[in-house]
C-alpha cells in the first residue's frame, strides 16, 4: 500500500531533522525540496486508506486519502512552496526548522484517518507556530507567543480530554463524521478544541493578538495552516452543526467590525482571517453538499490571496521598518509593484469578479440563500462589504497613497519575496478566470455556475457602492496609533483572577508561617546547630565532602537544564516524548 | 525604473484626479441603470427585487459601519499600543 502513498510530511520532518548539520549557505535550495516532493506526493497518490500502524493495540492512519484531504493536501503543497521561496532569504536555520516542522503537522493533520494521530500532528502544529512568533526576537513577539502557546495547549486539551472519554465509549479513535443529532458531551469537546484553531468568536482572541508579532514570513505560513487544518477538520467530522452555522456567521461579521478600526495592516489582515474562516464555518454548520463545497472552495482560494496580503504587508513592514496605518502612506512611488500585487490579493479576497475569492464566495452565499438561511445569506454579504472596505480600500489607501510624498527610509526588498508574491497573484487571477481548476478538485459534484450576468452586476453593485462609502467616510475612517481591547483582556482578567486565587492564599499563609519561624523555629535551630557543629567537626566532615563534590556536580549538570526558559523546556519535552513513545512502542513489540 | 513607474502611477491619478472622480460617477450610474434590465432570478430577500438594491446597500452598511465603529465603539475599546501588552 505504501508505494501508492508518500506521506507529504516526511520530507519537511527529514529537512528540519539535517538542516542544523549543514555548513554553509547552499542548505537554503534545499527549501524548495520538501514542498516539491510534497506536491507530487498530493498530486499521485491513490484513495483509500494507507500508512497503517498498530500503536499498543490503537489502529492508526497515517494516510485517510479521498477528495476532501487531498484538495487541502494541494493547496497546502502549493502554499509550502511559496511560503519557502517567500522565506529563502533567510538565514536562520531554526524559522526554516520552525516552518518546516509547522507544515509537517499541518500535512499529518490532514491525511489523518484516527484521532490519536490528530492530536500527535495537532500538537506538532502548535508547537512549531509558536516558534514562529518568538523567532522575531522581541519582547513583544516573546510574549504574545507565551499567551499563544498557552491558549493552544488549552484548546489541545480539551480535543485530548475529548478523544480519550470517546474512546472509552467507543473503543474507537477513527476520525469519521459525527451525526449532528447523535453527538455527545466529548464530541462538543473534541469540537471546543478544534474551534479554539477555527478562531471561532469568542475563542479567536489569540490570532489577532499572535500574527501580527510572528516574523513576516512566519505570519505568510500561519495564516494558511492553522485556521485552514482547523476548517478541514470541522468539515470532516461536524458538517451540518447548527451551532457552527451561527459561529461562522458571527466570525464573519465580527472580524470585519474589528477590522474597520484596526491601524496595524496585519492586525487588519488577522481579523479578515477571522471573517474569512467564519464564511467556511458557516458553509460547515449549514452543511449542504454547495455550502461544504463552497466553504472547501474557499479554504482553498483564501489561502492563495490571504498568503499573498500577508506577503505584502510583510513587504511594508520588511521596508518601512512598521506595518502601522498612521506611520505608512504615500508609499505608491516607491514600491510600485507591492501595491500591485497587494492589490490582486485585496481583490480577490474582496470577491471582485475574475479573481478567485469571486468564485469561492459567492458560491457558499449562494448556498446558504438555496437552504433559505436568508439572515445568514445578508449576514454574509455585509462582511463582504467590509471586506472590501478594510482590505481593499482602507489598508492600500493609507499604506500607498493619502499622504503626498514618502520620504522614510526604507529597506530594499530581496527578490525572492516578489517571485513568491507574483506566483501567489497569477494562481489567484488564474482560479478567477478558469473556476474549473477549483471546482473539480471539490469533494461534492459542483452545479454552480459562478458568471452570469446577474451575479457580476450585483457584486459590481455591491463594491462599487462601498467605494463611494468610503469615499464619504475617508476622514472618519483615518486609522490611529492604539490598540483595540478585545476577548483576550477577558481572558487575561480570568488569568490574573485565577492567579490571585492562588497566590494571594499562599502569600497569607507564608506571611503567617515567616512570623512563627522567626519566633520560635530559629531558636530552636541555633540551639541544634550549635550541638551539631560540635558533631560535625568531629566526625562528619570527610564523609560528606566527597558526597559534596558529586551533588555539585550533578547540580551543574541540571543548572544547565534548567535555564528557565520555556522555549527550552518545550524543547526538551518534545525530544523525551519521542524517546518515551519509541521505548514504549519497542518495549510492547517485543512483548513484555 | 522602479521609482520611474511609480512616480508614472501616482501622476496619472494626481493629475487626472477630476477625469477619475467623473469617471467613477459614470461607472455608477451605469451600474445602477444596468440593474433596471438585468434582474435576480427570484428575490431572495423581498427588497432585492428592486433596482439599485444592493447600491444601498453598500453604501449603506459602508457609512453605517465606519460611523458606529470609529465614533462611538472604538472610543470604549482603544488603548495605548504599548500599556495593553505589559499588563
Known amino acids: ?592 | 525604473m522602479r521609482r520611474l513607474f511609480g512616480e508614472k502611477l501616482d501622476n496619472t491619478r494626481k493629475q487626472n484626479i477630476k477625469a477619475w472622480k467623473t469617471g467613477f460617477w459614470i461607472f455608477l450610474g451605469l451600474l445602477v441603470g444596468a440593474n433596471f434590465f438585468i434582474h435576480p432570478h427570484h428575490a431572495e430577500f423581498g427588497l432585492d427585487a428592486h433596482p439599485g438594491f444592493w447600491a444601498a446597500f453598500g453604501l449603506l452598511v459602508t457609512v453605517v459601519m465606519v460611523f458606529v465603529m470609529k465614533k462611538i465603539i472604538q472610543p470604549m475599546l482603544v488603548r495605548p499600543e504599548e500599556k495593553i501588552d505589559v499588563e
Open chain 1, 1 to 592: 500500500m505504501w508505494s501508492d502513498f508518500i506521506h507529504p510530511s516526511w520530507a519537511f520532518i527529514t529537512l528540519a531533522l539535517i538542516l542544523p548539520f549543514l555548513k554553509g549557505t547552499w542548505w537554503r535550495a534545499l527549501l524548495l525540496v520538501p514542498p516539491v516532493v510534497a506536491l507530487i506526493a498530493v498530486i499521485s497518490m491513490s484513495h483509500g486508506s494507507h500508512g497503517l500502524v498498530n500503536y499498543l493495540g490503537i489502529d492508526l492512519v497515517m494516510g485517510r486519502v479521498d477528495k476532501l484531504s487531498v484538495v487541502f493536501g494541494h493547496v497546502f503543497a502549493i502554499q509550502a512552496l511559496v511560503g519557502m521561496i517567500y522565506a529563502f532569504h533567510v538565514k536562520d536555520r531554526a524559522h526554516h526548522m520552525a516552518a518546516c516542522l509547522y507544515v509537517a503537522g499541518a500535512f499529518g493533520c490532514v491525511f489523518a484517518g484516527d484521532y490519536l494521530t490528530l492530536f500527535i500532528f495537532w500538537e506538532l502544529m502548535s508547537v512549531a507556530s509558536t516558534f514562529l512568533v518568538w523567532l522575531n526576537r522581541s519582547p513583544v513577539s516573546t510574549r504574545a507567543g507565551f499567551r499563544y502557546f498557552l491558549f493552544h495547549t488549552i484548546g489541545g486539551l480539551f480535543l485530548l480530554a475529548g478523544l480519550l472519554l470517546r474512546y472509552k465509549a467507543l473503543g474507537s479513535m477513527a476520525f469519521d463524521p459525527i451525526a449532528p443529532d447523535g453527538a455527545r458531551i466529548y464530541d462538543y469537546l473534541i469540537l471546543i478544541g478544534f474551534c479554539v484553531n477555527a478562531a471561532v468568536v469568542p475563542l479567536h482572541a489569540w490570532l489577532p493578538d499572535t500574527y501580527p508579532e510572528a516574523t513576516i514570513p512566519g505570519a505568510v505560513f500561519m495564516c494558511a495552516f492553522t485556521t485552514k487544518t482547523a476548517v478541514y477538520v470541522l468539515a470532516r467530522a461536524f458538517a451540518g452543526f447548527e451551532v457552527l452555522a451561527i459561529a461562522g456567521t458571527a466570525m464573519a461579521v465580527y472580524g470585519v467590525l474589528y477590522a474597520s478600526i484596526e491601524n496595524n495592516a496585519r492586525r487588519i489582515l488577522s481579523y479578515h482571517i477571522v471573517s474569512q474562516v467564519g464564511y467556511m464555518v458557516a458553509g460547515i454548520g449549514i452543511g449542504t453538499a454547495m455550502t461544504i463545497n463552497g466553504a472547501v472552495a474557499h479554504a482553498y482560494a483564501h489561502i492563495l490571496y490571504k498568503g499573498l496580503l500577508f506577503m505584502g504587508a510583510g513587504c511594508l513592514l520588511h521596508a518601512a521598518g512598521t506595518a502601522h496605518l498612521d506611520k505608512l502612506g504615500g508609499l505608491v512611488r516607491r514600491l510600485p509593484w507591492v501595491m500591485i500585487l497587494y492589490m490582486v490579493g485585496a481583490v480577490s479576497i474582496s470577491g471582485v469578479p475574475f479573481f478567485n475569492g469571486f468564485i469561492s464566495k459567492t458560491m457558499t452565499i449562494h448556498g446558504a440563500v438555496e437552504d433559505h438561511r436568508r439572515i445568514i445569506a445578508l449576514l454574509l454579504e455585509v462582511a463582504a462589504v467590509g471586506t472590501f472596505l478594510s482590505v481593499g480600500i482602507k489598508l492600500p489607501y493609507f499604506a500607498f497613497w493619502s499622504k503626498a510624498e514618502n520620504t522614510m527610509d526604507l529597506k530594499p526588498i530581496p527578490k525572492n519575496m516578489y517571485i513568491a508574491m507574483a506566483i501567489a497573484a497569477g494562481l489567484c487571477l488564474m482560479q478567477g478566470l478558469y473556476p474549473q481548476m477549483l471546482y473539480r478538485l471539490l469533494p461534492n459534484p459542483v452545479h454552480y455556475v459562478p458568471y452570469d450576468a446577474w451575479k457580476l452586476l450585483q457584486a459590481s453593485l455591491l463594491l462599487a457602492f462601498t467605494g463611494l462609502g468610503f469615499f464619504f467616510m475617508r476622514k472618519v475612517i483615518q486609522p490611529h496609533a492604539g490598540r483595540n481591547l478585545d476577548f483576550d483582556a477577558l481572558y487575561r482578567l480570568v488569568g490574573k483572577a485565577l492567579t490571585g486565587s492562588f497566590t494571594r492564599p499562599l502569600a497569607a499563609v507564608d506571611n503567617v508561617w515567616t512570623n512563627v519561624y522567626r519566633l520560635v523555629g530559629v531558636k530552636v535551630l541555633m540551639t541544634t546547630a550549635r550541638g551539631a557543629s560540635v558533631f560535625d567537626r568531629k566526625g562528619i566532615d570527610t564523609v560528606v565532602d566527597g558526597t559534596a563534590y558529586t551533588v555539585r556536580g550533578f547540580g551543574r549538570f541540571s543548572s544547565r537544564l534548567q535555564t528557565g526558559r520555556l522555549q527550552d523546556y518545550l524543547a526538551w519535552t518534545i525530544i523525551i516524548a519521542l524517546v518515551l513513545f519509541a521505548v514504549v512502542w519497542a518495549v510492547a513489540d517485543l512483548g513484555y
